[in-house]
Nanobody, 118 residues
Framework: VQLQASGGGLVQPGGSLRLSCAAS????????MGWYRQAPGNERELVAR???????NYADSVKGRFTISRDNAKNTVYLQMNSLKAEDTAVYYC?????????????WGQGTLVTVSS
């Protein structure tokens, strides 16, 4: 599975950005697609993820501001980020987690930088 992310950039506080990530290859039927982020000096953390069945999980810090969606026909996941804050600045990584029956297998995109600054 290969992931190609796009949509990062520089935005002012309060602004919006939309990230996209297209997955290619053999994605298994039971999976999550989502986004993680890593700010300098911090560990990578979950931002949002969505299962193939539509179940979503969000970090508390982004609830009400970010919305994850996916197009299963296109194997693409999106992250709409509104009301961005300086603390949202990070490298955002697209993730696909496939259920292999006994464990999850993670795949990662190359990362896209989101900078929130005036």
């Amino acid at each position: 599975v290969q992931l190609q992310a796009s949509g990062g950039g520089l935005v002012q506080p309060g602004g919006s950005l939309r990230l996209s990530c297209a997955a290619s290859g053999n994605i298994l039927a039971t999976n999550f697609m989502g986004w993680y982020r890593q700010a300098p000096g911090n560990e990578r953390e979950l931002v949002a993820r969505m299962s193939n069945g539509g179940t979503t999980n969000y970090a508390d810090s982004v609830k009400g501001r970010f919305t994850i969606s996916r197009d299963n026909a296109k194997n693409t996941v999106y992250l709409q980020m509104n009301s961005l804050k300086a603390e949202d600045t990070a490298v955002y990584y697209c993730n696909v987690a496939d259920w292999w029956g006994i464990r999850w297998q993670d795949y990662w995109g190359q990362g896209t930088l989101v900078t929130v600054s005036s």
